[in-house]
């Protein structure tokens, strides 16, 4: 089992940014990557980005490249997500889940987080 916790959501004015953790615990060691989902109201959920546990290999969606960064501190086994350049559509509950090799599916997931966008 993996628990993820995030933390870091909160309400921002449009333009601005928010930084969003993402701590992992438990049998990390089976971990292949962690992502960034988000489901706004009326939404299906969808995926933000993601990154490997090991090595460089990360992804991105269209509507936040250039936008969002993700970063990973392995000896923390946290994942951040840099939201910068926010716009009232980045509105949303934030979830990140992990892929291991129990299932190669993202089947562990956090308990989400707000982030909502003043314009």
């Known amino acids: 089992q993996v628990q993820l916790v995030e933390s870091g959501g909160g309400l921002v004015q449009a333009g601005g940014s928010l930084r969003l953790s993402c701590a992992a615990s438990?049998?990390?060691?089976?971990?292949?990557?962690m992502g960034w989902f988000r489901q706004a109201p009326g939404k299906e959920r969808e995926i933000v980005a993601a990154i490997a546990w090991t090595g460089g290999s990360s992804y991105y969606g269209d509507s936040v490249k250039g936008r969002f960064i993700l970063s990973r501190d392995n000896a923390k086994n946290t994942v951040y997500l840099q939201m910068n350049s926010l716009k009232s559509e980045d509105t949303a509950v934030y979830y990140c889940?992990?892929?291991?090799?129990?299932?190669?599916?993202?089947?562990?997931w956090g308990q989400g987080t707000q982030v909502t966008v003043s314009s």
């Open positions: 438990g049998r990390t060691f089976n971990m292949i990557s």
């Open positions: 889940a992990a892929k291991s090799t129990r299932n190669y599916e993202y089947d562990y």
